[in-house]
């Protein structure tokens, strides 16, 4: 099949490339000239674990082309799927000019019917308005299909060619062949494709991230109490994940979520349920649970240390999760941010997201030291916190920390630390919900 992948971000680069090892042939456009120039270059612009690989081999094999030219990229496409981004607008809706307007562009550019494949998260209601606005201006007639994707950044190669289930909101039995036809590669097993109206599908992707999202604000909440009251989150959330109706997968407490998608999509389906005059008490929680977790790291780092003024504080971590370049919402930006306005100095480290981290904390980036090597942040600060779950920061070297570090706290957004009981090596030591001192 020939298909075009608009977008070519942390979904659609994801997908071209998937779907071009998969054999069809697969042009990513993207308005963003420098990302093209650079993959033209082989360069891949993101951090993801093995997309370089992926995305060379079927460069080499010609499946695979990169354009910024619409018109160019989507010549004789069967199917065009966008992937851009929908951000959040300022009151908390989708951002749906980048959806609309590739949606405008396509009704001019194509020359042959073709199925638009909306990959992007959007509202509901989104895949008919991309349907009417085609239906009105272009002079063939295409069709609007829904796949919301949900592959997870760091892993999100794995997530696409072993997908739990694929989506697919579709009006018609010819649609449904023809995305039957872009996924038949993948050989899923019967019932992995998935088949709905456009409008459940585009809920769905909505319903998935805020119950993920609803799950991590609930054992947050649940781990500052379990602080307050004595208890150790770790055995609570090991005792309760075991009941097989509640599983054991996103229980762990932290520093709140991030990432481009939970927090924009919660915020989404609240502004969708308050333009449809329907309470959503549960979400508008998980929100402002959200919200104040955010803030629990710098709280918690006042409290250790009696005053923020003055302080040199080291953050291991900027990506709002590990293996990802990624720091869209990230919780460590945000303690960034309120560390320097409590007047604290920041030294800070990242395997892999210090470039992203510059430039989306744009003008403050100059008050912040990045340090290529994690040692370098702790040498001589008054505390340590870690804030993303790099693999690299599971196994610090205490001692050599105690000696680096001035007031010898650590603070652990995470709960990396707690196995290697660093409150009996000399360290005020905090993490999120659990119990320092453990009873013997
Ligand atoms: N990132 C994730 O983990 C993830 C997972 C599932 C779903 N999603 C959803 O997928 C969508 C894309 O997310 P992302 O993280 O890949 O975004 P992204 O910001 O990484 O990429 C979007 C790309 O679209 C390009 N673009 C914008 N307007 C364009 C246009 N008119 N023509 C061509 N290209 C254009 C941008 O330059 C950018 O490169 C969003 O709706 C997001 O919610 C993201």
């Not at 606005?133 to 994707?149: Q, S």
């Not at 090991?238 to 709140?256: A, C, E, K, N, Y």
Request: hydrophobic share 45%; net charge negative.
């Amino acid at each position: 099949m020939r298909i075009a992948v608009v977008g070519t971000g942390y979904v659609g680069l994801v997908a071209g490339a998937c779907f071009a090892e998969f054999g069809h042939h697969v042009t990513c456009i993207d308005t963003d000239k420098s990302k093209i120039a650079r993959l033209e270059k082989g360069e891949i612009p993101i951090y993801e674990p093995g997309l370089d690989e992926v995305v060379l081999r079927n460069r080499a094999a010609h499946r695979l082309e990169f354009t910024t030219d619409l018109a160019i990229g989507s010549k004789g496409c069967e199917v065009v799927i966008i992937a851009v981004g929908t951000p959040q607008s300022d009151d908390g809706a989708a951002d749906m000019r980048y959806v609309l307007a590739v949606a405008e562009q396509l009704a001019g550019v194509l020359k042959r019917e073709a199925v638009i494949v909306l990959k992007s998260t959007v509202p509901v209601g989104t895949n008919d308005r991309v349907q009417a606005l085609l239906d009105r201006t272009a002079t063939l007639k295409h069709r609007v299909v829904n796949n919301p994707e949900f592959l997870k950044e760091g892993e999100a190669l794995s997530d696409f060619f072993e997908p739990d289930r694929v989506v697919i909101g579709v009006r018609s039995a010819e649609d449904r062949a023809v995305m039957e036809h872009l996924y038949a590669p993948m050989k899923l097993r019967p019932g992995q494709l998935m088949f709905m109206d456009p409008r459940s599908a585009e809920m769905t992707k909505y319903v998935a991230n805020a119950m993920l999202a609803t799950r991590i604000s609930f054992m947050n909440e649940i781990a500052v109490l379990c602080e307050a009251v004595g208890a150790d989150i770790a055995g609570v959330r090991t005792g309760v994940g075991s009941d097989p109706r509640i599983g054991p997968q996103f229980l762990m407490p932290g520093p709140g979520y991030g990432g481009s998608c939970f927090p924009k999509d919660v915020k989404a389906l609240m502004h969708l349920a308050v333009e449809h005059q329907v309470p959503l008490r549960v979400i508008d929680g998980v929100d402002a649970a959200n919200t104040s977790q955010k803030k629990l790291l710098a709280a918690k780092l006042t409290r250790a240390l009696g005053t923020l003024k003055g302080r040199t504080i080291a953050v291991w971590g900027l990506a709002f999760k590990a293996k990802t370049d990624d720091v869209r919402e990230s919780p460590a930006l945000a303690l960034i941010e309120q560390l320097v306005a409590l007047g604290a100095t920041v030294r800070a480290h990242d395997p892999e997201a210090i470039q992203t981290a510059r430039e989306a904390l744009g003008e403050l980036a100059h008050e912040i030291t990045f340090v290529k090597d994690k040692y370098d942040a702790s040498e001589g600060a008054d505390a340590l916190c870690v804030v993303t779950e790099w693999a690299e920061y599971r196994e610090p070297d205490l001692e050599r920390l105690h000696a680096q570090l001035r007031e010898k706290v650590l603070m652990d957004g995470r709960n990396l630390w707690a196995h290697l009981s660093p409150q009996s090596h000399g360290f005020r030591y905090e993490g999120i919900g659990i119990l320092v001192n453990k009873p013997s």
